[in-house]
Structure formats: C-alpha cells, structure tokens
C-alpha cells in the first residue's frame, strides 16, 4: 500500500522559513516522479512544485519561484520542501503527492494527509 | 497562465446522474484528470486520461473531453458522492499544472 506521510509543518512568522518532509514507502520511490501540492484554507487546490525520479527535471508555480526549493533523497524516500521568505499568502495545507506519468501526460495518484503551515505574526 | 473553469456548485438527485463540467482553451489538445475531495479528507484520483479509472473507483465514474470542454460523470448519484471534484491538466511545455477551482457536488 503506497503511503506518504508530510511532517514539518507549523506556525511561522512573515519572512520565515520552514522545511517540510513527506516519508514515502509501500513502492519504488525513486522510479517515480513527485508533488508538492497546497490548499489555503476554504480554497482550492494549488499546484507548488513537482521533481523528476533523479532530481534532472524541476518546476515551480509563479507564486513560489525563487522561495521554495524541492528536492528528495531517494535512498531515504523522502521528498522535501524547503520555504523561505513567508508570506501570509503561504498559509494552507501542503499535501505530498506522487506523481505519475502515463502516456505522456502526468496526474497524482497517491496523496499524503497533509501538513498545515501557518504564516502569521 | 493556462486556466481551468469549473461551475462552483453542482446538485443531482438521489440515483440520478451527475455531470461536473471543466472549461479550458484547447483543453481538447490536452489530458484530463479527476479528483474527489471529501471535507477534512485529500484529495483522490477518480478519473485520468479524460475517461481511465483507477481500480478502486467504481464503474459509476467516467470521463469525457469534447471541444473545449470536459465532464465528470457520476451515475446513480449515492450521498456518499458528496464532496469537491477538481479537474487538472499538465503543460508538456512548462511543466505547469493546472487545477480547476473546484466543484461542490450535493446529492439531495
């Protein structure tokens, strides 16, 4: 059974930083790609950033370019994300997902319970 | 920035069929997933590739892409349905992924 487990969160003031952690096990970690996701609360679904299986390949949203950085340690299945530079905008849920490519499009077919970052002075 | 537009609230009738709508430009060109999303709970994948379900999902779910526009459908709506449904698409270009803003579907 996948299982992916975020830790890291909390209560941080503007200008902070944070690093989050998602334990995977139950499959391959490093033969699969991988997602941060977060949900403000009452909101949406915003998609944060997302790796390749070795780290070759990249993203970011607009909104956290230059701030966040993800990466992952695969003898550990770990994913991480390290935040700086806090905003109160930042406040959400941050869910650890594993990404999956199939066909040539890619879509999250298992996702952590996630872990609440608050950004407030 | 490539947006999705979803209807922020859908009802169907106990046993009846529900469509969830997902609007975007040229979404044709691209694929569709699906989540669920039940109060306090994360999201799941429901649907991918417009109209594949994972094996846990019953066959009562099932997708489609027509022009600009793909729809969720749910049939022989159960209470148990109840929850916020999100469309996403990947950007092959960017790497970006979109998500809609959520559909809040009520069976009544």
């Known amino acids: 059974e996948v299982q992916l487990v975020e830790s890291g969160g909390g209560l941080v003031k503007p200008g902070g930083s944070l690093r989050l952690s998602c334990a995977a096990s139950g499959f391959a970690f490093s033969s699969y790609s991988m997602s941060w996701v977060r949900q403000a609360p009452g909101k949406g679904l915003e998609w944060v950033s997302s790796?390749?299986?070795?780290?070759?390949?990249?993203f970011y949203a607009d909104s956290v370019k230059g701030r966040f950085t993800i990466s992952r340690d695969n003898a550990k299945s770990s994913l991480f994300l390290q935040m700086d530079s806090l905003r109160a905008e930042d406040t959400a849920v941050y869910y650890c997902?594993?990404?999956?490519?199939?066909?040539?499009?890619?879509?999250?077919?298992?996702w952590g319970q996630g872990t609440l970052v608050t950004v407030s002075s | 920035s490539y947006e999705l537009t979803q209807p922020l609230s859908v009802s169907v009738a106990l046993g009846q069929t529900a469509s969830v709508t997902c609007d975007g430009n040229k979404i044709g060109t691209k694929n569709v997933h699906w989540y669920r999303q039940k109060p306090g709970q994360a999201p799941v994948l429901v649907i991918y590739?417009?109209?594949k379900r994972p094996t846990e999902i019953p066959e009562r779910f099932s997708g489609s892409r027509s022009g600009n526009t793909a729809t969720l459908t749910i049939s022989r709506a159960q209470v148990g349905d109840e929850a916020d449904y999100y469309c996403q698409v990947w950007d092959r270009s960017t790497g970006d992924v979109t998500f809609g803003g959520g559909t809040k579907l009520t069976v009544l």
């Open positions: 790796l390749s299986e070795t780290s070759i390949y990249i």
């Open positions: 997902a594993r990404w999956r490519e199939d066909t040539g499009t890619y879509f999250l077919d298992s």
């Open positions: 590739r417009d109209n």
